[in-house]
């Protein structure tokens, strides 16, 4: 059946399941605001999606985005440019990409706007080095799901994937700027975000889902790394053990070669050298399989310059 918006959709599902809109509404949001979206007059938040599809048991959040999202062909053409210049690390590409199509009528709201404030953002972080613009662009691009957004208010909500990745962002601009502790709370709380929400939700789908799985190592493995160079060590041994135990459980070894080397790095901190050989074997081998040669190169550079041990000079 064709839908005209989303909120007919939410009707019909929750007649059918006999509940009225004070029901629904309990502990999730208010009956008006459900009244509002059956009605069509809002348009349900990523948070608000989540907690529906655990009380319907079916993943509603896919499902807006599939069917109510509205992307014109034009959207759907800048979103899928502006995601291959991401994947190829390509930022003078992105930041052509996102002028080319910031002023279009489809990207002036939305998740495409959303879009724009993150290409920004990295570009203004890094091609420019001005971290201060690009956290403002990073919260923009937050206050469009979440308008009421603050950042220590972190944990109390789902976030879109661009959302979580503008949290991320967030925190690499806090370490720019020196900001230590302010870019680990960020951290923190998402890693906090990702369990409570997505891990360990209700709604068993979003366990299996590659993103969150790829951003749960990728936060362990920046938690790991900051904490390494801001000398704890303790705790930076914590994480990237974390790290390691689930790149190895979910199978999604991309990070694992740099979580070996920070391991490696770690023990010889703890003037464990024998331990520190094993792990620089281990990490050797690895970006050798993985063919990053230019990894490689840097890390036994580094080995042989800052922990000559390891290597018996």
């Known amino acids: 059946m064709n839908y005209e918006h989303f909120g007919i959709l939410l009707k ?10 004070e029901k629904l509404a309990e502990n999730i949001c208010t009956p008006k605001q459900i009244y509002r979206i059956e009605k069509g007059e809002s348009e349900p938040s990523v948070h608000l999606l989540h907690q529906l599809s655990i ?8 499902y807006y985005k599939m069917y109510f999202r509205g992307y014109t062909i034009t959207g759907l053409e800048g979103i899928t440019a502006f995601n291959s210049a991401l994947k190829d690390d390509n930022i003078p590409l992105l930041k052509s990409i996102v002028q080319q199509y910031e002023t279009l009528d489809e990207f002036q709201n939305g998740d495409l ?23 403002d662009y990073c919260l923009k691009g937050i206050r469009l799901e979440c308008p009421e957004f603050v950042l ?8 879109s994937n661009v959302g979580i ?16 502790t302010a870019g680990m709370n960020v951290l923190h709380g998402v890693l906090t ?15 299996t889902s590659e993103f969150i799985a790829k951003t749960v190592q990728f936060v362990l493995s920046n938690i790991g790394g900051y904490s390494f160079q801001h000398g704890e060590i303790e705790k930076s ?3 990237t053990e974390k790290g390691i135990d689930y790149a190895i459980e979910k199978q999604n070894f991309r990070r694992l070669p740099s979580l070996l080397s920070l391991k490696c790095k770690i023990l010889y901190r703890m003037q464990l050298i024998h331990e520190a050989k094993e792990y620089y074997a281990h990490a050797v081998h690895l970006y050798q399989i993985a063919g990053n040669e230019n990894s490689l190169t840097e890390f036994i550079e580094e080995i042989a310059s800052d922990y000559p041990a390891i290597l018996g000079i």
């Open 237 to 239: 041994l914590i994480y």
């Open 12 to 21: 019909e599902l929750r007649l059918n399941h006999n509940m009225s809109r």
């Open 55 to 62: 009380i319907f048991n079916m993943d509603l959040n896919a």
């Open 165 to 180: 990745t503008l949290l991320i962002c967030i925190s690499n601009n806090y370490f720019a700027m020196n900001q230590y």
């Open 152 to 159: 220590d208010d972190i944990t109390e909500r789902a976030y």
């Open 193 to 207: 975000v990702l369990k409570i929400h997505f891990l360990n939700s209700a709604y068993p789908i979003y366990d």
């Open 113 to 135: 706007l959303q879009h724009i404030y993150y290409g920004k953002a990295l570009c203004s972080a890094l091609l420019n080095k001005d971290y201060k613009t690009s956290l």
